[in-house]
């Protein structure tokens, strides 16, 4: 008599658990036009932002959330990052979705409503520091919109509210 033995192989993947931090933010940012060399262009055409919004920090990345309104209307945004890249989408009063990954040109469509204008952006440097309590993105880019050309810092501040830990 031979026997004959069997076995069941069960398999299955382990999966990181990654811890994901949201916390209720304050955001500032600011957009200053550059010359070609980088420089502050003349008089400074600066744009200057403040806003409350959400922040989701992994290790994966972060992502932004947060509304800005003024007198062309309400423009939510949200921003991530990944990798060493970051995109910003922005829907309502601006319809974008930029993307910037140090040297690379990219292209999409900028729309104010009713216009809509093909936009290029080459990021020149991304500098991302960011935990998961908040942190700073700066942008330092080329731009072109509707045939226009300039270059710009963008540079959001990333913090909690003080009464959050």
């Given at each position: 008599?031979?026997?004959?033995?069997?076995?069941?192989?069960?398999?299955?993947k382990?999966r990181?658990?990654?811890?994901?931090?949201?916390?209720?933010?304050?955001?500032?940012?600011?957009?200053?036009?550059?010359?070609?060399?980088?420089?502050?262009?003349?008089?400074?055409?600066?744009?200057?932002?403040?806003?409350?919004?959400?922040?989701?920090?992994?290790?994966?990345?972060?992502?932004?959330?947060?509304?800005?309104?003024?007198?062309?209307?309400?423009?939510?945004?949200?921003?991530?990052?990944?990798?060493?890249?970051?995109?910003?989408?922005?829907?309502?009063?601006?319809?974008?979705?930029?993307?910037?990954?140090?040297?690379?040109?990219?292209?999409?469509?900028?729309?104010?409503?009713?216009?809509?204008?093909?936009?290029?952006?080459?990021?020149?440097?991304?500098?991302?520091?960011?935990?998961?309590?908040?942190?700073?993105?700066?942008?330092?880019?080329?731009?072109k919109?509707?045939?226009?050309?300039?270059?710009?810092?963008?540079?959001?501040?990333?913090?909690?509210?003080?009464?959050?830990?």
């Amino acid at each position: 008599m031979t026997a004959v033995a069997t076995a069941t192989v069960l398999s299955f993947k382990v999966r990181k658990m990654t811890k994901i931090t949201e916390v209720k933010i304050r955001i500032e940012s600011s957009i200053e036009n550059l010359d070609s060399a980088g420089l502050v262009d003349g008089e400074v055409e600066r744009s200057v932002e403040e806003a409350e919004g959400f922040y989701r920090y992994s290790d994966e990345g972060a992502t932004l959330t947060y509304a800005i309104e003024n007198e062309g209307g309400r423009a939510e945004s949200e921003i991530m990052c990944v990798g060493g890249a970051v995109t910003v989408k922005r829907r309502g009063a601006i319809e974008s979705e930029l993307l910037f990954e140090e040297g690379v040109c990219h292209t999409s469509l900028y729309c104010v409503p009713p216009y809509k204008f093909d936009a290029a952006v080459t990021a020149k440097r991304v500098r991302l520091s960011l935990d998961e309590r908040g942190g700073r993105i700066d942008l330092l880019y080329n731009m072109k919109i509707g045939g226009a050309e300039k270059s710009a810092r963008m540079k959001i501040w990333i913090s909690p509210f003080s009464n959050q830990i």
